[in-house]
């Protein structure tokens, strides 16, 4: 999905008062970043999306398409990076196992993300305190690693994490990566909430429940949802696809993968990121009081806004251990109600 495209989904989505993106104007931007706002003067919370990795461009699938209409809805500027089409992957490297691939991994997208947070935070309509960052599949991965604050990293970007985003969702990401890895030692600059299905074989949901428990030994809140019966990309109306051609790590020989939507699992989803971010970037209820107080009183406001707040929906009873609920970093992982059967 080109910018355009994403231009094009906005100007037939008038009716939830969203805007027709434009590339950031910023000298410093090395990407081109599309902006998607709600109608009015605001300041607005704010949210950079990552995509996947089909990109942005002829072979998108379209999921930042659609979660930047929902984010929009839910009162959000959106600000989408385009990581692949000027650095010679326009088509995305979903397919592509080349060593060029390596040129837009995970961890070298994370000045991406926090490119696509300053330019949020030059713009007269958002609330530079309130801003998220979120992401699925190579964008979660992307996102995990944005948040993570690594031994590797250099005085200038620790400064920047801990100053950066207010809250993180990662939507079914590669969560065996970084150095070390994530898997035994995870420190997020702030909360961070994983969705993931539980038939995922793409990007397994096993090491992102021991991200969480690694998680545990310091740093802000990992918590963590496992859908039972859902596959990788369960956030779209996809059907059951197995592709032999996808690259992954997690398969015999490095290639083949399922995705297919998964409408509770999809529902259920777009219930945990309105809470989630509704929690952090609006205050809404058990957000930290210092979110409270900068929802209300920040900067860019002057003025008090009342924060929305989240509702909390009944989920069925988790089935077995691979359906683990929302977890704190402050306890071990555990078995926990998650949406019945989604």
Not at 36 to 51: I, Q
Not at 85 to 114: F, K, L, M, W
Not at 312 to 331: I, L, M, V
Request: proline residues 9%; aromatic residues 6%; charged residues 20%.
């Amino acid at each position: 999905m080109t910018l355009r495209a994403i231009a094009t989904c906005a100007a037939a989505a008038v009716s939830c008062g969203c805007v027709a993106p434009e590339p950031a104007t910023d000298a410093k931007a090395s990407i081109p970043i599309g902006v998607m706002k709600p109608d009015g003067a605001g300041p607005f919370p704010a949210v950079v999306l990552l995509h996947d990795c089909s990109g942005l461009g002829p072979r998108s699938s379209h999921a930042p398409e659609r979660w930047a209409r929902e984010l929009v809805k839910q009162g959000y500027v959106v600000a989408i990076p385009d990581s692949f089409s000027t650095r010679g992957h326009a088509e995305g490297v979903c397919v592509d196992p080349s060593p060029s691939r390596n040129d837009v991994a995970p961890s070298r997208r994370v000045p991406d993300a926090y490119e696509a947070l300053d330019h949020l935070r030059s713009l007269p309509y958002v609330d530079g305190a309130r801003i998220g960052v979120m992401g699925a599949s190579h964008g979660g991965a992307t996102t995990v690693a944005t948040m993570a604050l690594q031994p590797s990293d250099s005085p200038a970007m620790l400064e920047r994490k801990r100053h950066g985003f207010a809250a993180a969702i990662a939507f079914y990401p590669g969560c065996n990566i970084g150095t070390p890895r994530f898997t035994t030692r995870y420190v997020a600059a702030a909360p961070m909430l994983i969705l993931i299905g539980e038939l995922d074989d793409w990007t397994p949901a096993a090491p992102c429940l021991r991200l969480v428990e690694a998680s545990h030994a310091g740093g802000a809140p990992v918590s963590i949802k496992v859908y039972p019966d859902a596959h990788h990309a369960f956030d779209s109306a996809s059907p059951l696809r197995y592709n032999a051609n996808r690259v992954n790590p997690n398969a015999p020989g490095g290639r083949g993968a399922t995705t297919a939507g998964n409408p509770a699992a999809w529902q259920d989803s777009i219930r945990q990121v309105d809470a989630y971010f509704a929690r952090y970037l609006k205050g809404g209820p058990g957000a930290p009081a210092s979110s409270r107080i900068r929802a209300r009183r920040s900067p860019r406001c002057g003025t008090s806004r009342r924060a929305r707040s989240a509702r909390n929906r009944g989920d069925g009873r988790a089935r077995g251990r691979a359906c683990a609920g929302t977890c704190g970093a402050s306890r071990p992982a555990r078995v926990a109600p998650c949406a019945s059967r989604a």
